[in-house]
T-cell receptor
Framework: ETGVTQTPRHLVMGMTNKKSLKCEQHLGHNAMYWYKQSAKKPLELMFVYSLEERVENNSVPSRFSPECPNSSHLFLHLHTLQPEDSALYLC???????????????FGPGTRLTVT | GIQVEQSPPDLILQEGANSTLRCNFSDSVNNLQWFHQNPWGQLINLFYIPSGTKQNGRLSATTVATERYSLLYISSSQTTDSGVYFCAVDSGGGADGLTFGKGTHLIIQP
């Protein structure tokens, strides 16, 4: 595998379910991100992890819970979601401030989530 | 936070035409990227260009950081160029997350 991968690619869940989205990067980066793309809104940043520590949480509801166990993996745990949370969830990675080179972000293919 | 405006929001062209997409941003940036989103949602990196000019085949981009805008040029358009083009910026110290514009929806007709 190369680049940034995400699983599952599609997910349908009920409002009472608990599910997790997984992201893995094979680029040797040390910063990872979750973004949300809704039908009516521009892409918006949800969470940033740099060196496995969360550095930003853009006022995201607590029903979204991120986890970054190491620099290559990022999870987004979902519970008691609402229908308006249906969206495309994109993961990205880049070098962090302590790395060398630039901060170009590379995105995974996304998970299309539908909440029923 | 930083504001990003893209224009035009929609653009319909015939195959073979040239186009210019614009991105204005409200503050200084240390990262500016152009992406093409394909119909399946994948964001494809076109350029990392916080300043200067770059070219890649039929595509080129210029960022004038002092005037806070960037331009994406597409020459000799092909139907496969259709899709949404996003400009995204980061005004922080690196690895702060990108702020995206609303995109330009480009349709290339045969």
């Amino acid at each position: 595998e190369t680049g940034v991968t995400q699983t599952p690619r599609h997910l349908v869940m009920g409002m009472t379910n608990k599910k997790s989205l997984k992201c893995e990067q094979h680029l040797g980066h040390n910063a990872m991100y979750w973004y949300k793309q809704s039908a009516k809104k521009p892409l918006e940043l949800m969470f940033v992890y740099s060196l496995e520590e969360r550095v930003e949480n853009n006022s995201v509801p607590s029903r979204f819970s991120p986890e970054c166990p190491n620099s290559s993996h990022l999870f987004l745990h979902l519970h008691t979601l609402q229908p308006e949370d249906s969206a495309l969830y994109l993961c990205a990675s880049s070098q962090g401030p302590s790395g060398t080179g630039d901060y170009e972000q590379y995105f995974g293919p996304g998970t299309r989530l539908t909440v029923t | 936070g930083i504001q990003v405006e893209q224009s035009p929001p929609d653009l319909i062209l015939q195959e073979g035409a040239n186009s210019t997409l614009r991105c204005n941003f409200s503050d200084s940036v240390n990262n500016l990227q152009w992406f093409h989103q394909n119909p399946w949602g994948q964001l494809i990196n076109l350029f990392y260009i916080p300043s200067g000019t770059k070219q890649n085949g039929r595509l080129s981009a210029t960022t004038v950081a002092t005037e806070r805008y960037s331009l994406l040029y597409i020459s000799s358009s092909q139907t496969t160029d259709s899709g949404v083009y996003f400009c995204a910026v980061d005004s922080g110290g690196g690895a702060d997350g990108l702020t995206f514009g609303k995109g330009t929806h480009l349709i290339i007709q045969p």
